[in-house]
């Protein structure tokens, strides 16, 4: 997949996340979900489940694996982005 189809498609995730953040909070608060596309494909109790499942499901993604009620990771600049160069 190409990075900008999937930059589109994790920030339709992102979305679909913020959809139903409200509902989630109330059900799942602390756990881990998994988005693929717009809909929710599981909730799980830690992490490293809920990447098993997207990892069986979907392979390297993009997916969205994020904890219910948890702040949005800000990563900086270095490590969103990678030069692509020829020589690489």
Do not use: C, N
């Not at 509902?23 to 909730?43: N, P, Q, S, T």
């Not at 799980?44 to 694996?65: N, T, W």
């Amino acid at each position: 997949m190409k990075t900008q189809d999937g930059d589109k498609l994790l920030s339709r995730q992102i979305e679909a996340y913020d959809e139903m953040r409200g509902r989630l909070e109330m059900d799942y608060m602390g756990k881990w979900v998994v988005f693929y596309g717009m809909e929710l494909i599981g909730v799980h109790d830690d992490f490293q489940d809920a990447a098993e499942e997207a990892v069986s499901k979907f392979g390297r993604g993009p997916y969205l694996i994020k904890q219910v009620g948890e702040p949005p990771l800000v990563l900086p600049a270095s490590v969103q982005y990678r030069p692509i160069r020829a020589d690489s």
